[in-house]
């Protein structure tokens, strides 16, 4: 035979076999694709939950799943596996999930099973405890369209599916879409005539650094925050009272405008009261530790109570600040996750010192209710006038009690007026004062009737390692351990924290679940690009701003929204907030009060809506000066009966952590934008404000209303349509021009956040 032919037949096979490995799927991906199904379907009865356990079999761990002695799994040998065998077959009684779980597998679950066993059972650690680490810049083929490190990775993930990037948002929806991002508000027609005659990347980054440099930044970063920590203007049980706490809301608004290292904002919260000369604005942080429901009602057992406070207090620390559902744990060994019952019990005694019992004592059905600790603070602009006017006042004193003068006397009296007059305006907020704390032991079943259980101490998950300590841990070696990113779980936190900032700018997070990264959450689509997230923002110091600021100068991020077929972009449109969808209304209209800070704010409500409030009666009184107009953040936070407009757009009742609203279309939120005296005020306002500033014409006023409201002029369409509900062509009619007012802030695209 000739050698050339030679060659060429014996590299056939080869040739054969690399072009059939083209067409092949790519390997089964353990944590994203194989985890979910067994934790959802099989960790009930083989996984961290000893007393449920079956069969002596785990299948959460490799170890237990690929035991030679068992045979669930035996890797590369689909046939040989007890679990391939019991998934497949036709008898009732042996196959797998029993039929009474209620749980069955899809044909294409058995499919990835069966592939994922054949390949050789690859098992991973769960990605969620694994720390992040550095990945390497993917290769990407369009080395043009990245203006960033985040570029390459989104880009990488783009080719890797055989796609296209979708292109750039246009510079009015890209000015739209970063100013609700970053402040909650609407830009001014001004900012967006400036950028679009000039869309260059320098103005674009000069606009982010202007947003974040905004006091209204703190306001929409606070407003996510309190969803997560569930902050509300009362107390949730049984009467449902009003409790004081709005100082907390002016200490988080003021952290984030500040860019306080998140390391530093979770110390001060778990445990300012623990910090070293703790300052008033630490001890007004550690309020978090009081937002949860209480009730004073006669007949509660304090017992009862304070299980449930502390039950209260590990769930939302869990999800917070670990994307960890440790509740799931209060009553058995976490069914899905490596969490105890001990590990629950010994995470609440962090927070025994926590007096959880004086309102029990003493709390009161006035409104609002007595909820000690408390202290009286002003707010922190005030704090420093009162410092300043405290050396003034010393000062004079000192100069008067050594040469005694008429003029002297008459200016202490004057700047002792003015110090009264500013301690006037403090208001009460609910602080921690650490106690001696109490007994903390393991209630059987989540029993608090069972004092049966063994004592436990304060310490970390077990899996997680231990804390040496030589005396009691405290709260504050808890907020340490949170954000230690060497000896604790500070990178793990980092990843949770990362996901959240992305899904606040994207619309979803990269990891689906916010505030469950176990098993029942779902693995990160792009994993890489989180990790490296992750890192970023422990190596800026904790520093959010400078993270953000990295996303919204990205190229990923400012890509259209609703792309063509066949391209993809990691943006989403989505209606805006409940909260800031009252601001868009009021900044068109020209009515919105932009002060920051202070007391909750009472809007228009319906008459009666409190009817069934008791412990006392209640009787709803909206606010009839400016503070009607303020931003939705400060609106009144009532529990069991939150505002109708809050509830129509899906604000949560922040009973417990929220990470992500539902969005839900119904015609209430419709009815609600017509009908609400707020929107309707806001309307009346706004025609006002159109046949004032909106030019002679009609068609000067309609391009005037279309500007404030979504930063373009009417199509000829809606020019049309809206010229159809005049009685002339030209008319002045504020009555009219209300008509159109209303139709214009009902407009989708004047809600939508693209």
């Not at 009184?621 to 936070?637: N, P």
């Amino acid at each position: 035979m000739n050698k050339k032919y030679g060659l060429l037949l014996s590299l056939l096979p080869l040739v054969t076999a690399a072009a059939s490995a083209e067409n092949l799927p790519p390997p089964v991906d353990f944590n994203r694709e194989i985890r979910p199904i067994l934790s959802d379907k099989c960790f009930s009865c083989h996984g961290p939950d000893k007393k449920k356990r079956k069969g002596r079999l785990r299948l959460d761990l490799e170890e237990s799943a690929r035991d030679p002695k068992k045979r669930a799994i035996v890797p590369g040998k689909l046939k040989e596996s007890e679990l391939y065998l019991r998934i497949t077959t036709d008898d009732t009684d042996e196959r797998m999930p029993p039929e009474e779980s209620g749980k069955s597998l899809t044909a294409e679950e058995i499919e990835l099973l069966s592939r994922w066993i054949t390949e050789g059972a690859r098992w991973s650690e769960h990605w969620a405890y694994v720390p992040p680490r550095k990945h390497k810049l993917p290769t990407v083929k369009k080395t043009g369209w990245p203006t960033s490190w985040i570029d390459r990775f989104a880009l990488g993930h783009i080719e890797k599916s055989g796609q296209e990037p979708a292109p750039d948002a246009d510079p009015v929806t890209l000015v739209r879409r970063v100013y609700f991002d970053l402040t909650g508000l609407p830009p001014e027609p001004g900012v967006v005539d400036a950028f679009t005659a000039n869309p260059t990347p320098k103005a674009y980054e000069a606009l982010v650094d202007r947003l974040l440099a905004s006091e209204h930044y703190g306001e929409r970063m606070a407003s996510y925050w309190l969803d997560l920590v569930r902050f509300a203007d009362t107390v949730g049980y049984h009467g449902d009272q009003d409790h004081s706490i709005s100082p907390y809301r002016d200490w988080v608004i003021d952290s984030f405008n500040d860019d306080l290292p998140f390391d530093q904002f979770t110390r001060e919260q778990l445990a300012g009261d623990l910090l070293p000369e703790a300052t008033t604005g630490q001890i007004i942080a550690t309020g978090y530790n009081r937002l949860l429901q209480t009730s004073h009602e006669g007949g509660v057992q304090a017992k009862e109570y304070i299980a449930m406070y502390a039950a209260d207090r590990v769930r939302n620390v869990s999800e917070v600040w670990m994307g960890a559902t440790m509740g799931c744990a209060q009553c058995h060994d976490h069914k899905y996750d490596p969490y105890t019952a001990r590990d629950f019990y010994a995470m609440s005694a962090f927070f025994a010192d926590v007096d959880d019992t004086a309102h029990l004592k003493n709390g009161t059905n006035s409104l609002p209710t007595r909820r000690e600790p408390e202290i009286s603070v002003l707010n922190r602009k005030r704090r420093r006038q009162l410092t300043v006017l405290e050396k003034n006042i010393a000062d004079k004193q000192a100069r008067q009690a050594k040469t005694p003068a008429p003029v002297l006397a008459a200016e202490i009296k004057a700047l002792k007026a003015e110090r009264a007059s500013l301690q006037k305006t403090a208001r009460k907020t609910m602080i921690t004062r650490a106690t001696r704390p109490r007994v903390t032991r393991i209630l059987p079943r989540g029993d608090w009737l069972d004092d049966s259980g063994p004592v436990v101490e304060p310490g970390i998950p077990e899996f997680m390692g231990a804390l040496a300590s030589g005396k009691r841990l405290t709260r504050l070696d808890l907020a340490n351990w949170l954000t230690d990113t060497e000896k604790g779980i500070g990178k793990l936190n980092a990843r949770v924290l990362a996901n959240r900032i992305w899904y606040l700018l994207f619309g979803r997070g990269l990891a689906p679940g916010l505030s469950d990264f176990g098993g029942q959450g779902l693995a990160p689509a792009h994993p890489d690009l989180l990790d490296n997230l992750s890192l970023r923002l422990v190596e800026k110091s904790w520093k959010l701003k400078t993270l953000i600021r990295e996303i919204t100068l990205s190229r990923a991020y400012r890509q259209a929204s609703l792309p063509k077929a066949g391209l993809v972009s990691f943006q989403a449109v989505r209606r805006l907030p409940a909260e800031s969808i009252r601001d868009n209304a009021l900044a068109i209209s020209g009515l919105l009060v932009r002060e920051v800070g202070g007391p909750s704010i009472k809007p228009y409500q319906p008459a009666g809506y409190y009817r069934h409030l008791n412990f006392p009666a209640r009787k709803y009184a909206h606010h009839t000066d400016k503070r009607q107009w303020r931003r939705g953040l400060y609106m009144h936070w009532q529990r069991q009966f939150l505002h109708p407009m809050l509830k129509a757009f899906d604000a949560p009742r922040r009973e417990e952590c929220t990470a992500r609203r539902s969005r839900s279309n119904t015609p209430l939120a419709a009815l609600v934008l017509l009908n609400d005296p707020t929107f309707v005020q806001a309307a009346q306002a706004f025609a006002r404000r159109i046949l004032a500033e909106g030019g002679p014409s009609t068609d000067s006023c309609l391009d005037f209303a279309f500007r404030q409201a979504v930063c373009r002029k009417p199509d000829d369409f809606e020019r049309k349509t809206l010229k159809q509900l005049f009685t002339a062509p030209e008319t002045r009619d504020e009555k009219e021009w209300r008509t159109v007012a209303r139709g214009i802030l009902n407009l989708a695209e004047t809600n939508l956040r693209r």
